[in-house]
């Protein structure tokens, strides 16, 4: 009997396993998911260019952005406490995330150069996200934007600033958004641009495409060190004649440092260029870091979440 027992057992066994083997090829076990990489870039921006992160659905960011003067140069030094005493540029912001891969916003800049009051509307849409497993090995998002001057037009026709039409006031730029994060320490990014300018100085160029390239290295859980470059494509003749009437048109090159304190992001920038839109530093940079004309800054990004069920709750 005990023989019998044992025998009857290992049938049993046997016919379970068997079971077990036939039960999982007919219930396929779910597939491992492609999870996106967070953290590429702590906030919507790097130094002045955008980066791949969007704001998640429903995220209210309200924005400052401040330039001040030359730190060095004839307008800097102790004279202006290094371009303290002094602004270039400011901007304030709200913009809104209409869901986690669709951000719209608006803005208000001081400017800087020909054009000044400008009002901005943006947009930007991620089309990938980089994934862990890399199976998406980048990620892409498109933004676009269009500025309007509000400020009185010039006397002087040959000027930038002398609006025969409203539409004169006008300029767009559209951009392209590559990035990828090496690891859980480096983050780089491509940036081809175009630029147009409805109304430009004569002999400058209403359209032009740049390529921007950004960096950035984690040193902590907050803090990041980041690095910014656009080179802009603008014609010879254009540039030499500039030149001749006493312009001299700089590529735009910063560097900053970001730290992330709770709901606030807080970056210290340096660059050469005096405007904050991509509208007007990646065309419009006329101050060199070589003569000292370079500027500290900052921006600071406060997140607020809307229009989730704990808002609706007394």
């Not at 109304?199 to 921007?212: E, I, P, S, T």
């Amino acid at each position: 009997m005990t023989a019998f027992r044992l025998l009857l057992c290992c049938c049993c066994i046997s016919t379970y396993c068997q079971a077990q083997d036939d039960l999982s090829k007919v219930v396929a076990l779910p597939a491992a998911q492609h999870e996106p990489v967070t953290g590429t870039y702590k906030t919507t921006r790097i130094i002045q260019g955008h980066s791949t992160e969007l704001l998640k659905k429903h995220e209210l960011d309200f924005r400052v952005t401040h330039r001040f003067g030359d730190a060095g140069g004839e307008f800097g030094g102790s004279k202006t406490f290094f371009g303290t005493d002094n602004s270039s540029d400011i901007r304030i912001a709200f913009e809104y995330g209409i869901s986690d891969n669709l951000m719209i916003g608006i803005s208000r800049s001081k400017g800087s150069g020909a054009l000044q009051q400008l009002y901005e509307g943006l947009v930007k849409y991620r089309l990938l996200h980089q994934t862990t497993d890399n199976h998406i090995p980048v990620s892409l998002a498109l933004f676009g934007n269009m500025v309007v001057s509000g400020m009185p037009s010039s006397d002087i026709e040959s000027d930038a600033s002398h609006f025969d039409s409203f539409n004169e006031r006008l300029s767009y730029v559209s951009q392209a958004i590559v990035s990828r994060k090496f690891g859980k320490l480096v983050s780089v990014t491509l940036l081809p641009t175009y630029v147009h300018r409805n109304r430009v100085a004569y002999m400058d160029v209403n359209n032009m495409f740049a390529l921007g390239m950004a960096a950035r290295l984690k040193l902590s859980k907050r803090v990041g060190l980041l690095g910014e470059y656009f080179y802009p494509f603008r014609s010879q003749e254009s540039k030499d004649y500039l030149k001749s009437t006493g312009t001299t048109y700089y590529n735009p090159l910063g560097i900053g440092i970001e730290i992330e304190t709770g709901g606030h992001v807080f970056q210290i920038t340096f660059t050469n260029s005096t405007a904050i839109l991509e509208n007007q530093f990646i065309p419009e940079t006329t101050t060199s870091w070589l003569q000292g004309q370079f500027r500290w800054g900052f921006n600071i990004s406060r997140r607020f979440s809307l229009f989730g069920k704990k808002d609706w709750k007394k």
